[in-house]
Structures are given as structure tokens and as C-alpha cells.
């Protein structure tokens, strides 16, 4: 039986950052994984460059039961606090886009430098090591592991969620919480491809590769950013961000050419080159396979001076606002996280301590806080890591 002060549960961002965090405070901190590298999900993040946080980090950004939960441990340890961090480490960076800050070398840099901090902070690391059940003893906590019993008067459950299985993401944190009576909100893959019907895909798979900057809306919340066709429906930046408030049976709108008067184009493009096709004239806006099935669907064959206003408008209507209903997302396999999680309610925001359990933390992914795409995931896995390990 080994004994220590604070066991942190998955060596992925929250758990390390976590573990640093109580190791600077003298306590005697063992992380264990059964990955056999930790931070895997940071070094391939952000297309390998990491994009570890976003300057724009505020709580409507995130989705969950209570959004506002996050706030918290967001202000007290904030995107600026992570990038002084980075700084400090050496590590160069740059603004992509939208607040998006990646760093300009691989995302490997990140994970040594957590990895160097905790060696640092005394931080002992156990990879490749199975968990199994979490129990309350006398004085603190008791894991079964592949290493056999440890004891330590708190535990950290930083396991994640369940995106991306094939790299180790498993439901064991949600167990966790189900065992000591903490809720757990129903949870579903985010941040993921759409996938569409047959009679859909019929004509997106000929599209696939083609991606343009348009506008994904679903009632009130949309998402200026690109957009992929792709053999299995929609992808991109803007696909992804809408999949996190998508559910069965809605539509999505898809606004092709965000801001542009295309009815107003279209009628200029009539007066000074009526001769043209149509796919001519929408292919100074989209794709030239986009403008060619556009035209396709629309039924049209003769030149520009053909259509009639009505028609215009119509085109213009379809293109401005595409209805399209997607059947499911890729799920788990490809979603970049898990929405849904231990419930907000049942957690301290200050410490991300469970109510009912004194001396159990979640942090990271594995609470119901989901943050769009563009670093905020991340984000919330610092600042949650952080305020835990203050006090664990
Ligand atoms: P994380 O999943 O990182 O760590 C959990 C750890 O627990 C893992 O090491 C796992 O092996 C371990 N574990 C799980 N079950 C276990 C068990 N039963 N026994 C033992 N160990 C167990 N976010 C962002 O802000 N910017 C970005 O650029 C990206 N990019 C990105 C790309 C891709 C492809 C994905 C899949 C995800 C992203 N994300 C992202 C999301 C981001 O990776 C994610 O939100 C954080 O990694 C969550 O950090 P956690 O530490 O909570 O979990």
C-alpha cells in the first residue's frame, strides 16, 4: 500500500496543470495514466501547434447546465496567466485568427514544458498504469491500480471525456462521480462532423474537398468560419462550432456568402453580361463546383438575361439561407470533446471540490463545461487544473 497526498487521476492538461499546481504547494502529488505518454491530446491539438488558448476567453463561449460556472476559475486564472506561462518557458506563439493563440512550433513544446514543471514541483508520474475503483477510507481516499492500493487524503479525477477513444479516452470519470452519488449530465460528442443522408450525400460527395468562409446558424447562435464538404456531410471550423448546439431532427442554416447582397449581384451580373450562366456569375462568389451545382439545383439552363427577378431572389434566398438537416455527427471517433459531464451543480466553482465528497475534485473536460473550438477547451482545462490545485 503506498500512501501520498494527492493523487491526480489522467496526466492530460487539466490533470498535469493540477498536479504542478499542488506540487508548489509542498504536497506530495502521484499522477496516474494509462496512456503510455501523457498529454496526448495536447501534442496532437491544434493540427499539431497546439491551440492552447484564446484571448477572448469570457463565458458565453462555453456551453453546459451553467455556463456561468466556468467563470470563476477562469478569471482567477486567466488566458493572460497561461501565456505568461509560455512566455516564460520560451515557447513562441501567434494569433491565428479570432483570439486563436497556437504556438509556432510543434504542440510537443506545451507537453515538455508541463512535464518539466511537474518534475520540478516533485510531481511523481505513473504512465501505463490501470485504474480501477475509487473508494472513501478513513482519513481520505483509496485507488486500486495496476501498481496495486494507493492512499492519499485527496483525489483530482482529470480523466477527460469520451472523444477520441482510440487514443485512451474512456467514461471512467463519470463512473467515478456515479459511485459517489455525484450527477453526471447526459453527455454527447462535440466539436464533431455532421453526417447527412443518402439522398443528401448524393450530391455533397462530389463536393468534397471544397471549402469556403460562410455563416452556420441554428436559431439564434452562428458561426462565421469555413466550411468543408466532406464524403460522410459537412465539416470546418463552422461545422464544428454549430455541432455543439445542434440536436436530432434540426435544421442548420448555411448562409454561403455571409454579407453579400447575392440578389442585387445577381441582377447587376444580368445587366452587364446577361449572356453568361448562371454558374459563371455565382462562381466570382463560391467554388466553381459549388456555383455549378447551385445551378444544377436550381433548374437552370439558359443564360443570366433568361431569369426572371422572381427567379433571382429565389436563387438568392436558397444560397443566403440553405436549409439542411443533418441525420447524426461522426461521434465520438472524431469529436474533438465530450459535451455534458459531471454536473456543474454538484462542484465548488472556486475549487472544482465536489459538495458531498470533501477531498474529491473533477477538472477539465470531465465536468459539464464545453468550450467552443479556438483554444477555450484548453483554456478551461488550465484554469480548472489550477483552481484545484490550490487547495487539494
Ligand atoms: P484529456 O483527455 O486531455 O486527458 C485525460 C487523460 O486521462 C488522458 O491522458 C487519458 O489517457 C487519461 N485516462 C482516461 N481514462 C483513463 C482511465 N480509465 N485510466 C487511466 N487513465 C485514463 N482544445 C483546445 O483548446 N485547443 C485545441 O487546439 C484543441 N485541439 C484538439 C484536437 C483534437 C484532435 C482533439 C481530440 C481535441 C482537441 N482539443 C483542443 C480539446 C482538448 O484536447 C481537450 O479539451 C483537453 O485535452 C481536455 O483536457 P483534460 O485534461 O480534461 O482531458
Redesign the pocket.
Known sequence: MQKTDVIV???????MFAAIEAGRRGRKVLV????KA?????R???GGR???TNIHTAADRFLGRNPRFALSALRRYTAQDFIARVDAAGIAWHEKALGQLFCDGLATQIVAMLLRDMAEAGVTLWLD???GALRRVAGGFEVETGRGLVRAEAVIV????K??PK????G??YKVAESFDIPVTETRPALVPLTFAEQELDWMKPLAGVSLAGRVSLGRVGFDEAVLFTHRGLSGPAILQISSYWREGEAITLDLVPGRDVAGFLLAEKQAAGRAALRTALGKLLPEKLARLLEQRAGVDGPLAEMSRQKIDSIAAGIGAWQLRPVGSEGYRT???TLGGVDTDALDGRTMQARAVPGLYF????VDVT?WL????????WSSGWAAGQVA
Open positions: 487521476l489522467g496526466a492530460g492538461a487539466a490533470g496516474i495514466d494509462h496512456a501523457a498529454g496526448e491530446k495536447i496532437i491539438s491544434g497546439c491551440n492552447f498504469t490501470s485504474l482529470a480523466t477527460g471525456g472523444s477520441i487514443m485512451g479516452a474512456t471512467y470519470g469529436a474533438e470533446v477538472v477539465g473536460e470531465v468550450g479556438g483554444g477555450y477547451n484548453f483554456q478551461w482545462a
